[in-house]
């Protein structure tokens, strides 16, 4: 793997770290990070002829079979790249949408996830970049669907056109569901947040739910809703959607507007955070973006600071949460879900008695 740490000015690289998960998640074993500082980014390779030699000979000696770039390259720099070594050169961008491809389950999902791919690398293949051939069917060269990648542009824009049209109309089918719903006025409270935060541990919390939750990124791709009753005959419906990421690839958010137009409906959105991450702050600005980016900003939003048990000292915790102003809990343990509860009960039913107050 290839990390470039640029000075001030430059835009923030993506953790070094997260890209490590990353692969492992997707199934690729890391045999060695080359970390380069530079005055700027190389126009033809990034990271500069002379140094770009130096990693092909390590990825020779070490027996490796990938190089990853820790952020996205330009189709002139992926092309120039390709052309100084017979190794596949993939970037942070194409692994995320290599991940998406191995999880894509249902018929949207793998629309929406071959779209994104082939979106993203039109540019690429119009180069006709031969490191493609080499990856079909390996990490960041295989897609969901059973269109092989490697096309010809013409055909690739017509395939774009006709996903386009399929997911349209998935997407208006979704519609009817959603305005059927929203006749009958039953609130919609939708958890969102950073993947890996703990939203589908909490979603099946909250309803009783099994949906796969596991300690990976991108876990879940698909959003489910479901009703959650509470006492005198009031009822919600909750969904639980696919977790953001920094630096998420404007592919992958354009091809999942389908899925995330959902989040339009939402009356109350619960952004979950994984508080004992080190890079909290982050991930807080992260989510906030995309937010923006997906114009949901102005729909009321409840902090919730998940993991309370990996923070060690409960007053510790509840001080940080305090700090943002959000609620503490812990999606492991039931009991602490009371606050988060009472709040939700309270944007909708603010007369309603306390949960366990009784009448
Ligand atoms: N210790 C601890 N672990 C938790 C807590 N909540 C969730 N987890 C774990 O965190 C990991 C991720 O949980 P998920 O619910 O899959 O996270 P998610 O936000 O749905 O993630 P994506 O779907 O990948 O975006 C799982 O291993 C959970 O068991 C918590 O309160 N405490
Ligand atoms: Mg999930």
Redesign the pocket.
Known sequence: MVHVELPEGYAVPASPDETLELATTAGVRVLDTVVQRRERPDARTFIGKGKLEEVIKLCEGAGAELIIFNQELSPGQAKAIAETTSLPVIDRTMLILDIFAQRAQTRDGKLQVELAQLRYRQPFLLHRNPAFSRLEGRIGGRGPGETKLEMDRRVIRDRIAVLEKMIEHVAAQRRQTRKRRTQRQVPVVSLVGYTNAG??TLFNLLTGAQ???RNELF??LDPTARRVRFPEERELVLT?TV?FIEHLPPALLAAFRATLEELHDADLLVHVVDMSSPRLKEHLAAVDETLKALELAEIPRILVFNKTDRVGKTERAEALARLHRAIPVCALEPPSTVPLVDAIRFQFWRASQPTGAGR
């Open positions: 939203k589908s949906v796969r939750a876990s879940t639980d977790g």
